[in-house]
């Protein structure tokens, strides 16, 4: 249970890299943009699903009891 619940930190945060990523890119407007933005979007929606199925799973467990 201790390892869902840091699993569900990890992609999170890594989202929140990725989110960052793409932010600063969008802002600078370079060709870094043109080349990456449509695959970093992808990527976060990736990491934004994984993450919220770890933590809906998480909530689940420990709502059986399973703490």
Known sequence: MEA???LAIVA???TAIVLALGIAGFGK???FNRKHA?????LR?????VA???V?????LR????Q
Not at 38 to 42: A, E, I, V, Y
Not at 45 to 49: D, E, I, M, N, T
Not at 63 to 66: E, L, R, S
């Open 29 to 31: 407007g370079s060709d």
């Open 12 to 14: 999170a945060a890594a």
């Open 56 to 60: 809906l799973g998480y909530i689940y």
């Open 4 to 6: 869902l619940r840091i």
């Open 38 to 42: 449509n695959k970093l979007m992808r």
């Open 52 to 54: 919220v199925l770890l």
């Open 63 to 66: 709502q059986q009891g399973g």
């Open 45 to 49: 929606l990736a990491l934004q699903f």
